[in-house]
């Protein structure tokens, strides 16, 4: 099944968030929710680099989604590591994984080399909100063979495995205005998601205009909170 992708790829996230240094839970405004044939679950996690580690899984009516961000600490100079998969018992209608830049980040020998190890028959255009917020090594695809389904799972394992060695060795900034660069790229990464027209339509489908803003603005892309140490 095409969806086997969307658990493969929820196992190999949740594992290595629960095996992050230092990881606690990350209080969630909405772990469940549920309506009619929607079944949303969310799972949150911060360490001392990461403001948080976000993972959600959801169902309806044979429609697989998972969505999955690591949002750093605007202290450290770290980028955003971001995946989705919209799946159906029968394709992969979509499937995306990106190392997102921030100012400042420009680590990207490994990352531009495992990119250029894999492409995509599929490959689908980014959309118009999202053209300054990817990376040049961002994968956009749908997936309609097996072979594209394994590779897309080693690719995000690579990403992932890249991205934590960063986020290991990374020491924190206290250059404020960096830091403050940072900071607003994340606030920026946020509002330019938050212009997805599909995820808004769901929810507002099911639920309303009220609901759907504010899951996608506390749950899915909140913005960081900056605290000055005195």
């Known amino acids: 099944m095409q969806n086997d992708i969307v658990q493969d790829i929820a196992v190999l996230l949740s ?36 403001r948080k580690v976000h993972l959600e899984l959801a169902e309806l009516k044979g429609l697989k989604i998972l969505h999955s961000v690591f949002f750093p600490d605007p202290h450290y100079n ?18 995306i994984v990106d190392i997102s830049p921030v100012r400042g980040y420009d680590n990207w020998d490994d990352i531009r080399e495992i990119s250029n190890e894999y492409n995509f028959k599929g ?11 990817f990376s040049p090594y961002c994968k956009f695809t749908r997936l309609n063979e097996d072979i ?18 960063e986020v290991n060795k990374c020491e924190r900034d206290t ?8 900071y607003d790229d994340q606030i920026y990464y946020c509002d330019q998601q938050k212009k997805n027209d599909k995820t808004r339509g769901i929810l507002e489908k099911l639920f309303d205009k009220d609901f759907a803003t504010n899951y996608i603005d506390n749950v899915l892309f909140d913005k960081p909170i900056m605290r000055v140490a005195l």
């Open 15 to 50: 594992y290595t968030m629960q095996d992050l240094p230092d990881v606690e839970p990350l209080k969630c405004p909405m772990e469940e929710v549920k309506k009619e044939d929607l079944i949303i679950k969310n799972t949150m996690y911060k360490t001392a680099k990461l």
């Open 78 to 95: 770290l980028p955003i590591f971001g995946c989705d998969i919209v799946a159906t018992e029968k394709a992969v209608t979509a499937a």
């Open 123 to 133: 490959k689908r255009p980014l959309p118009l909100w999202g053209d300054d917020v």
């Open 148 to 165: 594209d389904i394994a590779n897309f799972y080693c690719l995000v394992m690579h990403y992932l495995r890249i991205y934590l060695l």
């Open 175 to 182: 250059d404020w205005v960096k830091t403050m660069l940072r």
